[in-house]
């Protein structure tokens, strides 16, 4: 990789990992449904003015059904898995369920034709799901209605940036990564604005709320995921993807080190299960076989 590639990686590595921290701030004070509907239409309206200053031309020629449904799933079902679960079962342990991502996206393509199966990625897909039995069997917190809740909030929203990933990956080939990002990021935050009727902002925020807001949408989303797709365009779709790993290392290490989240031996080796599983569906540590089927 070159050294801009390097750099773009760390970035996202430490920017997503963080995200974290400011979700918590986030979700506390605009609730699940605004800290996602709030994020997505600042970082997309962020985006397009600062297309629109820099004087880059957009073209949306794809029509709103596609970008809809990334909108709806990549961003909106994501997200609002995310910022439901996170704060019921911990940031290490949704960090460790982001990793599951590439398992599911793999499930997705080939279903879809798009990617073909391999022995490397069938067990790569056990590993993983022997990974999330160990991850959700074994907690070090008491398995509520509440911890069950989160648990499976973290399945449906890494299940759809599987899916909005693929579905972009197949239907939006040809779209800009700003398109993309903008028309996303403005489909999510409208799909999910008439949520708020059933869950409303639980209070007044004050002005640190507002700037821990922007921050997470503009820095750690607007940002962020330019970069991601410029590093999808520069090195590869699976090595770029490969990013969650090291998210998940550093979320883990915030979840432990700074919020002070207890995590069980057997919950660190699900993660490393998970990782591995996801390494080997990735095609970054191919089994001898693999290595010999031939190269498309």
Known sequence: MRARDIASYIFLAFAWGLSFLLLLHVVEAFGWIGAVTFRALIAGSLLFVVARASGRKLVFDTGIGPLAVVGATTVAGQLIG???????????MAAIFVATIPLFSMIIAQVWGIERITPARILGLVLGTIGIVMLVGFPAVPVTGTFVLGCVAMVLSTFSAAFGSNYASRYLKGTGPWEVTIGSFVAGGV?????????????????????????????????????????????????????????????????????????????????????????????????????RLPTP
Request: charged residues 5%; contains cysteine; glycine residues 8%.
């Open 82 to 92: 995310l910022s439901f679960a996170t704060p019921r079962i911990g940031t290490a």
């Open 191 to 291: 799909l999910s604005f008439p949520l708020l009727v059933f869950v409303p902002v639980p209070g007044i925020p004050g002005p640190m709320d507002y700037v821990y807001l922007v921050a997470l949408a503009a820095l750690m989303s607007s940002l962020t995921y330019l970069l991601y797709f410029g590093l999808v365009k520069s090195i590869g779709a699976t090595p770029a993807i490969s990013v969650e790993f090291a998210v998940t290392v550093v979320a883990v290490l915030v979840g432990a080190l700074v919020l002070d989240e207890p995590l069980t031996a057997m919950q660190l080796v699900g993660g490393a299960v998970i990782i591995a599983g996801c390494a080997l569906v990735l095609g970054l540590f191919p089994l001898r076989s693999a290595r």
